[in-house]
């Protein structure tokens, strides 16, 4: 709770819990006299520009916000008390946003309804962007979505086949290199 402070709530705090099962950033359900937040340590070891990563995430939300008013349909950031995005707590990177409430995140697909509603989600989100001015974001993990670079790394780790697995999944390896030129 003392570090959810630091962030701009209008409310008295009352309690902090773990929530999801943050793969990456930990994530904490922050409940105060106003309502429920998402509160999210970042992981600066995988994002190290932990100020450019912000920078995006308040230029892509400010975008979607401004064709869609609706607030269930964007995440809020909710600025610092100093009016930063962000704020560095004994060595941590913490981020909040307001909860979306009678929402679910689902974890992993478990029906082919799942995965359809999640490509159409994928699909609006994407059409949403369309003409959003990418060149302005920051590169926040050096060749992440440059999947040239992504065959290259598992071409090379296929051909090392450093564990000795290759021969088991020979079926998966061309599946993968028969779509590379469409991925």
Known sequence: IEIARHFAVDADFISA??????????????????????MQRINNSIFRDVDGLMRNVAAVTDYLAASDPDPRHVLRP??????????????????????????????????????????????????????????????TIARFHDTADRYRIFREAVTADPIGRAGDVQGEIEFAMEREGEA
Request: proline content about 1%; charged content about 20%; aromatic content about 14%.
């Open 17 to 38: 819990e773990s929530y999801g099962n943050g793969h990456i950033n930990e994530t904490y359900l922050v409940t105060t006299t106003a309502g429920r937040y998402i």
């Open 78 to 139: 909710v600025r610092t008390v100093e009016g930063g995005l962000y704020c560095l707590v004994d060595g941590g990177y913490w981020r909040m946003y307001n909860f979306i409430e009678n929402s679910i995140c689902l974890e992993a697909a478990k029906t082919a309804d799942d995965f359809r509603m999640s490509a159409e989600a994928f699909g609006g989100f994407q059409r949403q962007l369309a003409d959003f001015p990418a060149n302005t974001l920051t590169e």
